[in-house]
T-cell receptor
Framework: NAGVMQNPRHLVRRRGQEARLRCSPM?????VYWYRQLPEEGLKFMVY????????ESGMPKERFSAEFPKEGPSILRIQQVVRGDSAAYFC??????????????FGQGTRLTVV | AQTVTQSQPEMSVQEAETVTLSCTYD???????LFWYKQPPSRQMILVIR??????QNATENRFSVNFQKAAKSFSLKISDSQLGDAAMYFC??????????FGAGTILRVKS
């Protein structure tokens, strides 16, 4: 059973371009979470999705950021018109449908976005 | 809002010795879980140990144990017989209804040989 797969591992974008980060959850997992880690900081929650639904987007910036988790295919975190401050590591985590408070969320290895 | 505070940006320990990493949190909820994650240089987040808030018994996983003080909202991690492979960033995290994890800022652990 493959773990959470994120791609690309590294992404370089020029200011103003779009960044698309992909996350394939573990097999059988229907809950996906996105977190952002700025240098020397902890992970900050961005968004929580279930298949075709956004459950909690309280950590998403109001503009330029969007996320989806379609019925088929990976979850996508999309950043439009990137700025230098978007440079960070973006982590995806997934958990199974029977998610309780004690359910382990499995993390991918992250995508490091660098905006130049 | 829930917050998690790790007051030690960096800690060092001699190989084979014991080290304790501190974590405090703030919440008004009664039902929640606490976690410690390890992040080595590879950036992979690895679950080290978890604690249920309604359980008084402290969780233990091999060389890792916690000291959970619910009234004080404190959740420290003790690593016994430290090994070089324990060197990493350690994050304390909180989870309640809503399922999202709230992380502290992390503690870098250095292990000296």
């Amino acid at each position: 059973n493959a773990g959470v797969m994120q791609n690309p591992r590294h992404l370089v974008r020029r200011r103003g371009q779009e960044a698309r980060l992909r996350c394939s959850p573990m097999k059988g997992h229907s809950h996906v979470y996105w977190y952002r880690q700025l240098p020397e900081e902890g992970l900050k929650f961005m968004v929580y999705l279930q298949k075709e639904n956004i459950i909690d987007e309280s950590g998403m910036p109001k503009e330029r950021f969007s996320a989806e988790f379609p019925k088929e295919g990976p979850s996508i975190l999309r950043i439009q018109q990137v700025v230098r401050g978007d440079s960070a590591a973006y982590f995806c985590a997934s958990s199974p449908p029977s998610t309780g408070l004690n359910t382990e969320a499995f993390f991918g290895q992250g995508t490091r976005l660098t905006v130049v | 809002a829930q917050t998690v505070t790790q007051s030690q940006p960096e800690m060092s320990v001699q190989e084979a010795e014991t080290v304790t990493l501190s974590c405090t949190y703030d919440t008004s909820e009664s039902d929640y879980y606490l976690f410690w994650y390890k992040q080595p240089p590879s950036r992979q987040m690895i679950l080290v140990i978890r604690q249920e808030a309604y359980k008084q018994q402290n969780a233990t996983e091999n060389r890792f144990s916690v000291n959970f003080q619910k009234a004080a909202k404190s959740f420290s991690l003790k690593i016994s017989d430290s090994q070089l492979g324990d060197a990493a960033m350690y994050f304390c995290a909180y989870r309640s209804r809503g399922n999202k994890l709230v992380f502290g800022a992390g503690t870098i652990l250095r292990v000296k040989s």
